[in-house]
């Protein structure tokens, strides 16, 4: 069975700059929560895409957004980067609701100069 | 909202030795996990654990949700051990994920 996997691995952005990441989850699981993990700051909470829609949000800013498609994949948009916004960003998927069973992929490490 | 503080924020093992690891949080939650970020960032799920105790191989854990606060055990740590253990709580009222600053782990030869 396929783990989650995210585009791309690595990317270098300017500041001002928009950026979107990919997840895509493993299959059968219709949730996805994306983390932010920036050095020094642990793991944040920052989205949850359910069949297809917003569920909740982290404490950040409008400027990161995203969205869910029907086939569950997801991404995530980062408008306006910002130097602090460099971090790690894992997504990770799970069936409906049973968050204690939530997988996560390698992640993404975004890099704003 | 919930604090999750873990202790401590960094161990150094030698390999074969027992660990504990701690985690609290302030407030009642729905469920309570550790995670096993390994130095190539990959997060892994060790354990499911909102009450009671489990084990896994050399892992076990127990969390007692009355008093607020899970232990998680690693014995006889192995160099593959090495990495950040991160527990996480759902928050009851807010449906979402807090995660614990970590603790540090090495584990050397």
């Known amino acids: 069975e396929a783990g989650v996997t995210q585009s791309p691995t690595h990317l270098i952005k300017t500041r001002g700059q928009q950026v979107t990441l990919r997840c895509s989850p493993i299959?059968?699981?219709?949730?996805v929560y994306w983390y932010q993990q920036a050095l020094g700051l642990g793991l944040q909470f920052l989205l949850w895409?359910?069949?297809?829609?917003?569920?909740n949000r982290g404490n950040f800013p409008p400027r990161f957004s995203g969205r869910q498609f029907p086939n569950y994949s997801s991404e995530l948009n980062v408008n306006a980067l910002e130097l602090e916004d460099s971090a790690l960003y894992l997504c990770?998927?799970?069936?409906?609701?049973?968050?204690?069973?939530?997988?996560f992929g390698p992640g993404t490490r975004l890099t704003v100069t | 909202g919930i604090q999750v503080e873990q202790s401590p924020p960094d161990l150094i093992l030698q390999e074969g030795a027992n660990s504990t690891l701690r985690c609290n949080f302030s407030?009642?939650?729905?469920?309570l996990q550790w995670f096993h970020q390994n130095p190539w960032g990959q997060l892994i799920n060790l354990f499911y654990?909102?009450?009671g105790t489990k084990q896994n191989g050399r892992l076990s854990a127990t969390t007692v949700a009355t008093e607020r606060y899970s232990l998680l055990y690693i014995s006889s740590s192995q160099t593959t051990d090495s990495g950040v253990y991160f527990c996480a709580v759902e928050e009851t009222s807010y449906d979402k994920v807090i995660f614990g600053p970590g603790t540090s782990l090495s584990v050397i030869p």
């Open positions: 299959s059968g699981h219709t949730s």
């Open positions: 654990i909102p009450s």
């Open positions: 895409y359910d069949e297809g829609e917003e569920r």
């Open positions: 407030d009642s939650v729905n469920n």
């Open positions: 990770a998927s799970f069936p409906r609701r049973v968050v204690n069973e939530q997988y």
